[in-house]
């Protein structure tokens, strides 16, 4: 259902306008409680049905509308209000900030078992200074100007050996653009597909939640591809429509599977035969536990797959750097978008990691932090394997997340989330990583996302304590 009222009939919510855009449906929905309140047709105090009744209403996952509702508090139009709910703001006054695009802000929680993100205390601070410093000794004035929109050669080349080595690719540096992290890569890619026509892109039904509005920013809709045992239903590409295709090949997110060989296969079959695109983000491809990780899926075709890496796992996401490995037909394209979009990405940081690349520094600590992430998942695995036997870790021994699935009769995702917050405990649901596209799910069993990667060593006890204790409620 597109649109609503309430029972009394004075609050009409139109989705359709942002819809008929490309919006997915949670940006449709923020579109159109907004535009209701800029335009004062929700008067200030007007008090908004709560994110169940209004939910149940559209036939929008609660999630959506509670996030929908967070959006629009950051920005300054609604006000949440502890026992009353929430109400349109007094001044509809937008913040001067508009609200990120990551995860939405969350209460500050004494244990943050969010998925997305490794432990910080890692980074290699002593490694970084030295490979910055030499860096910085031997650069050429000309470094410092302003240089190639695909990024310096010198960290170019080290991907480009680094990638093949690490991951299959294959590529030469002349293919690489150095950018601002997965985010940027992805709206970069989008940017210019867009320009060639393209309206629509395929995500997984289960994924990156900012990622689907990377891709509307740059005026496309997404529709989602199912997932099973297997990975994405690349079987089905065909009909969808799309002219390309998201797949978290080597270690799919939130799901934790790995792509089969005939998945793979078939989207590469579907880009050849209708022109489409495959972006590989390859998030997390250094981290695998029980043996060596499937190899990047690019190498079955350099030219109808971008590839897509960033060190937002292996180093640290406030570097902001990433690259793109792109299909010769789709350089100017993006380097165009990139030219658009900032010019070029920072020198001292790509001088400092090519430093730290060739120089094995980088090698060095994925080596370290791999183990260290290794005992954190046999940790998790094990607490509950003693204290909740009943759920059920899914996926591979990869990565800095696990999905854990709960037994029927257990708490729903939305008393899950409450509890957590009482425990102290910040973590995402599935539901929160459901593409906007795909179809509601109101029977899926509860499960959660931990990102056992994120607390530092400090206080993974004292997470994996409350956690246990959550799944046992
Ligand atoms: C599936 C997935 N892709 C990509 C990224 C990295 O994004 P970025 O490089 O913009 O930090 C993340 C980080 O959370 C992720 O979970």
């Not at 169940?52 to 209403?57: H, N, P, V």
Request: proline share 6%; charged share 20%; hydrophobic share 40%.
């Amino acid at each position: 259902m597109e649109s609503w009222a309430t029972s009394g009939g004075d609050l009409h919510l139109d989705l359709s306008a942002g819809r008929a855009r490309g919006l997915g449906l949670r940006a449709a929905l923020e579109d159109a409680l907004r535009t209701a309140a800029r335009d004062g047709r929700f008067a200030p105090g007007t008090r908004l049905p709560s994110s169940r009744a209004l939910s149940g209403d559209l036939g929008l996952a609660r999630n959506t509308v509670a996030e929908a509702y967070a959006q629009l508090a950051a920005e300054g139009w609604l006000t949440a209000r502890q026992g009353s709910g929430t109400v349109v703001a007094e001044r509809g006054t937008p913040a001067a900030v508009t609200a990120p695009l990551a995860y939405p802000s969350r209460p500050v929680a004494r244990y943050d078992l969010t998925s997305g993100r490794p432990d910080v205390s890692l980074f290699p601070r002593s490694a970084w200074l030295a490979a910055a410093r030499r860096a910085l000794t031997v650069a050429p004035h000309e470094a410092l100007s302003y240089s190639d929109p695909r990024g310096r050669i010198e960290l170019r080349r080290a991907l480009a050996e680094y990638l093949a080595r690490v991951r299959g690719v294959r590529t030469d540096p002349e293919r690489i653009l150095i950018c601002a992290g997965y985010t940027q890569g992805l709206r970069l890619v989008c940017g210019a597909l867009g320009a060639q026509g393209v309206r629509s892109v395929a995500v997984e039904e289960y994924g990156l939640p900012p990622q689907q509005r990377v891709i509307a920013a740059a005026g496309l809709s997404t529709v989602a591809l199912p997932l099973d045992g297997d990975g994405a239903r690349t079987d089905l590409l065909a009909g969808t429509g799309a002219g390309a295709v998201v797949l978290t090949s080597a270690h799919q997110f939130p799901t934790g599977v790995a792509l089969r060989a005939a998945r793979r296969s078939a989207a590469v079959a579907w880009a050849r035969e209708t022109g489409g695109l495959i972006i590989e983000d390859d998030y997390d491809g250094e981290f695998r536990y029980d043996r060596q990780p499937v190899g990047a899926m690019q190498a079955l075709d350099p030219e109808r797959v971008v590839y897509a890496g960033t060190t937002s796992k292996s180093l640290a996401p406030g570097l902001r750097l990433g690259w793109l490995v792109l299909p010769a037909a789709l350089v100017e394209p993006a380097v165009r978008q990139k030219e658009l979009a900032d010019g070029q990405s920072g020198v001292l940081e790509q001088l400092t990691l090519a430093e730290l690349i060739t120089s094995g520094g980088l090698d060095r600590h994925v080596r370290r932090c791999r183990s260290h992430y290794r005992r954190r998942r046999d940790r998790l695995v094990a607490a509950l394997a003693e204290r909740a036997p009943q759920v059920e870790v899914a996926g591979l021994a990869a990565g800095l997340h696990a999905v854990l699935r709960l037994p029927p009769g257990s708490l729903g995702e939305d008393e899950l989330l409450r509890q957590a917050d009482w425990l102290g405990l910040a973590l995402h649901t599935m539901s929160f990583c459901r593409a906007d596209s795909a179809p509601p799910l109101p029977d899926a069993p509860p499960a959660l996302v931990i990102g056992y990667g994120t607390p530092p060593e400090r206080d993974f006890a004292g997470a994996l304590d409350a956690l246990c204790t959550l799944v046992r409620l």
